[in-house]
């Protein structure tokens, strides 16, 4: 069971916008900023945003992310089918003096 | 351009201890603020976090798994290695370094290596 829910997953057709969640405490989440992660299939995860909210060199604009108290939000705004891959959050938790990653969400682009 | 990769036996036995090599490029473990981390991820399963150890030797462990794990630093070879005893077939997995920076509360892996398959024989 992973410190951070997330949904299992989420679908969207492409052009359309897509939101998922990510829900912790007030020990992780609520007291650092929040990284997700984009893994397609095959591959080693990638940096989509970190810092909650700001995007690494190469990611489009079309990615963003957010927070608000103990929960955190990746958009996705014009799906396109090559964003078919799980996403994961991450964090820093201080109870457990470490990084805690979400269970992961698949999405799917129908 | 940041590159990481991870060696080591991809067949252990039940038991065994497994050694894992992160081999960097491009950076350095004695820069203010950088560190290399590890992470594994099972079969059709999510990511879960090992070990982190930074520039200056601070060195952080997963709770669960503390009692088994080691990790140093050799950074005149650019090194991080992993060390992980009594392995059982639930410790299958693909094993992934990563370079990360930022810290604690602010961190993020930003650039991972191509991750390597190890698999736990009982």
């Known amino acids: 069971q992973s410190v951070l829910t997330q949904p299992p997953s989420a679908s969207g057709t492409p052009g359309q916008r897509v939101t998922i969640s990510c829900s912790g405490s007030s020990s992780n989440i609520g007291s650092s900023s929040v990284n997700w992660y984009q893994q397609l299939p095959g591959t080693a995860p990638k940096l989509l945003i970190f810092r909650t909210g700001q995007r690494p060199s190469g990611v489009p604009d079309r990615f963003s992310g957010s927070k608000s108290g103990t929960s955190a939000s990746l958009a996705i705004s014009g799906l396109q089918s090559g964003d078919e891959a799980d996403y994961y959050c991450?964090?820093?938790?201080?109870?457990?003096?470490?990084?805690?990653f979400g269970g992961g969400t698949k999405l799917t682009v129908l | 351009q940041i590159t990481l990769k991870e060696s080591g036996p991809t067949l252990v036995k039940s038991t065994q201890t497994l050694t894992l090599t992160c081999t960097f490029s491009a950076f350095s473990l004695t820069t203010t603020g950088v560190g290399v981390g590890w992470i594994r991820q099972p079969p059709g399963k999510a990511l879960e976090w090992l070990a982190l150890?930074?520039?200056?030797?601070?060195?952080y462990y997963s709770p669960s798994l503390k009692s088994r794990l080691t990790i140093t630093k050799d950074t005149s070879k650019y090194q991080v290695v992993l060390t992980m005893t009594n392995l059982d077939p639930v410790d299958t997995a693909t094993y992934y370094c990563?370079?990360?920076?930022?810290?604690?509360?602010?961190?993020?892996?930003?650039?991972w290596g191509q991750g390597t398959l190890v698999t736990v024989s009982s």
């Open positions: 150890i930074y520039w200056d030797d601070s060195k």
């Open positions: 991450a964090t820093w938790d201080d109870s457990l003096h470490g990084p805690v």
């Open positions: 990563s370079h990360t920076r930022g810290g604690e509360n602010t961190g993020y892996f930003d650039y």
